[in-house]
T-cell receptor, first 109, second 114 residues
Framework: GIQVEQSPPDLILQEGANSTLRCNFSDSVNNLQWFHQNPWGQLINLFYIPSGTKQNGRLSATTVATERYSLLYISSSQTTDSGVYFCATNSNSGYALNFGKGTSLLVTP | EPEVTQTPSHQVTQMGQEVILRCVPISNHLYFYWYRQILGQKVEFLVSFYNNEISEKSEIFDDQFSVERPDGSNFTLKIRSTKLEDSAMYFC????????????FGQGTRLTVV
């Protein structure tokens, strides 16, 4: 199946800092999503972004499908941004979303 | 906003017992999924379901697992004889179309097998 690699695995930021999370994938995809897993374990949809760029408040994402990567930008980070960020994709032929191992983000006051 | 709902939020069961996890997908969605996440690990695909049959399943989804859409709204995952290693968070998800459409996840059921 498709391989999804996320970096960095862990990130500590001071409140107000900016960060970029990266997701590389091994094959052509027809879906790419970014999720935030909160401390209660819920998966919160951030972006559905198989290609192009989207912005939602302090968050934005870019997927370059031809180069098989996606980036999630967090600006002016807040303590509530803490948690694990997952990238997930599925191949052109599959139903299943393949998740990366996530980036664990801690934002300190 | 429509959402996927799962019940129960937590379940503790004894090894060897059967459990049924329940999900109500978003009403106009046609494809339904179960995923699991063992503590501290990534989310793993179990099974997808469309038109009252399994459309894809992973190696994890062996004979002890089954899925069913017993009525027009519920989608269930049954684990026949639970093992300690089945302890995990189980997520239900749904989509309007197949693999290329946005997936929406429920809040999860945390299953603990003792």
């Amino acid at each position: 199946g498709i391989q999804v690699e996320q970096s960095p695995p862990d990130l500590i930021l001071q409140e107000g800092a900016n960060s970029t999370l990266r997701c590389n994938f091994s094959d052509s995809v027809n879906n790419l999503q970014w999720f935030h897993q909160n401390p209660w374990g819920q998966l919160i949809n951030l972006f559905y972004i198989p290609s192009g760029t989207k912005q939602n408040g302090r968050l934005s994402a870019t997927t370059v499908a031809t180069e098989r990567y996606s980036l999630l930008y967090i600006s002016s980070s807040q303590t509530t941004d803490s948690g694990v960020y997952f990238c997930a994709t599925n191949s052109n032929s599959g139903y299943a979303l393949n998740f990366g191992k996530g980036t664990s983000l801690l934002v300190t006051p | 906003e429509p959402e996927v709902t799962q019940t129960p939020s937590h379940q503790v069961t004894q090894m060897g017992q059967e459990v049924i996890l329940r999900c109500v997908p978003i009403s106009n969605h046609l494809y339904f999924y179960w995923y699991r996440q063992i503590l501290g690990q990534k989310v793993e695909f179990l099974v997808s379901f469309y038109n009252n049959e399994i459309s894809e399943k992973s190696e994890i989804f062996d004979d002890q697992f089954s899925v069913e859409r017993p009525d027009g709204s519920n989608f269930t995952l049954k684990i026949r004889s639970t093992k300690l290693e089945d302890s995990a968070m189980y997520f239900c998800a749904s989509t309007t179309g197949g693999g290329g459409t946005e997936a929406f996840f429920g809040q999860g059921t945390r299953l603990t097998v003792v």
